[in-house]
């Protein structure tokens, strides 16, 4: 009897449920779908019977039968950060107003495994694809492109893909945060990199070094450090920059979980922050407003990037002809207090 119970909920559909909540199958839809424009009282009675009943949406079978997916598919390399969860968070806001759902794949920070997901994503589980995975490789997305599927990058600008993308003033970003530290008095700033196959990474580099040249300081090749991005490269790279013969009176990070690694080395090291070493990051992650001292860093606008994301994947959608664009967004200043003047400057003044 039980046997024959699992398979009775395995075949319940969306008439059955329309028939137990009491409303027409259309309502039901736009309950089960995620649209807005429903009634709470409505959304929770059909929601009720839908659980009662074991309902499980059957989407590839939506999508046999001629109709579009209503989700859309977002790649991350993980959920371990802020920096994804910002993104993330203006992608389900945006999708929820337009009356999509979310479906979320993780690569688990495995290059490569990206590639699994094309048969998965592209079958009509979903009728798009949001990318914010780093070093996606170019035949992933052109492999999705040949199918007419649409595709936008999120920070991942790789010129050599044809593809819609969003990012940020990564060049400013980084001249910004290292001439903030010239006006503290700096002259010796160390700077670890992300990764350097990254758009984001030679960009931010390349304002660092800016900065220097406009303000007539010498750029001194062994402050740099290459770095990926990860909290345990930036420990490793600070402990580099520490034990040189004149360490650094500041270092800029290319992103925040960097800078944080960065400043458990300082810390091990029994220098402080700021008083021996500024220290300044990138991205503005929830995390940089609770370490303590509070850091200093270049804000991206996270939740912008997803929601602007969402919107030019739904352009595509409606109008497969669209050219792709590229939306670039401005980053900010975040003074906290990981940077100060030099010891030397502040006893002389």
């Given at each position: 009897m039980q046997r024959d119970g699992s398979?009775?909920?395995?075949?319940?559909?969306?008439?059955?449920?329309?028939?137990?909540?009491?409303?027409?199958?259309?309502?039901?839809?736009?309950?089960?779908?995620g649209f807005e424009f429903v009634r709470e009282s409505?959304?929770?009675?059909?929601l009720e019977a839908a659980g009662e009943l074991g309902y499980v949406a059957n989407?590839?079978?939506?999508?046999?039968?001629?109709?579009?997916?209503?989700?859309?598919?977002?790649?991350?390399?993980?959920?371990?950060?802020?920096?994804?969860?910002?993104?993330?968070?203006g992608v389900d806001r945006a999708l929820a107003s337009a009356g999509y759902g979310l479906m979320l794949f993780t690569t688990h920070h495995h290059r490569g495994q990206e590639l699994g997901y094309i048969d998965t994503i592209a079958n009509g589980l979903t009728a798009g694809l949001l990318i914010t995975v780093p070093l996606v490789p170019k035949s992933y997305v052109e492999a999705l492109q040949q199918q007419q599927f649409p595709v936008v990058l999120i920070d991942q600008a790789d010129t050599s893909i044809r593809s819609s993308v969003v990012d940020t003033t990564n060049w400013q970003g980084g001249y910004t945060a290292t001439e903030h530290l010239i006006h503290l008095g700096h002259r010796r700033i160390g700077f670890i990199t992300g990764l350097m196959a990254l758009r984001s990474a030679t960009d931010r580099l390349a304002g660092y070094k800016m900065a220097l040249k406009d303000h007539d300081i010498p750029v001194d090749e062994s402050l740099i450090v290459e770095g990926d991005y990860m909290r345990e490269m930036g420990y490793a790279a600070t402990r580099q920059l520490l034990t040189s013969e004149q360490r650094p009176t500041a270092i800029v990070a290319a992103n925040d979980f960097t800078a944080l690694g960065a400043m458990e080395a300082i810390h091990d090291e029994g220098l402080g922050i700021p008083s021996d070493i500024s220290i300044i990051g990138f991205d503005d992650i929830p995390e940089a407003r609770v370490v303590h001292p509070k850091l200093s860093t270049v804000r991206l606008p996270l939740e912008q990037m997803g929601r602007v994301a969402v919107e030019l994947l739904l352009e595509q959608i409606d109008d497969p002809d669209l050219q792709p664009k590229h939306i670039t967004l401005s980053t900010q200043?975040?003074?906290?207090?990981?940077?100060?003047?030099?010891?030397?400057?502040?006893?002389?003044?």
């Open positions: 398979k009775k909920q395995q075949n319940v559909t969306i008439y059955d449920v329309a028939s137990r909540a009491g409303f027409s199958v259309s309502t039901v839809s736009r309950v089960l779908n409505t959304r929770e009675r059909i989407l590839q079978a939506r999508s046999l039968a001629g109709g579009r997916s209503r989700y859309i598919g977002l790649l991350v390399p993980g959920l371990d950060n802020g920096y994804v969860g910002g993104i993330s968070q200043l975040i003074e906290r207090q990981s940077c100060a003047a030099p010891k030397a400057l502040s006893i002389l003044t």
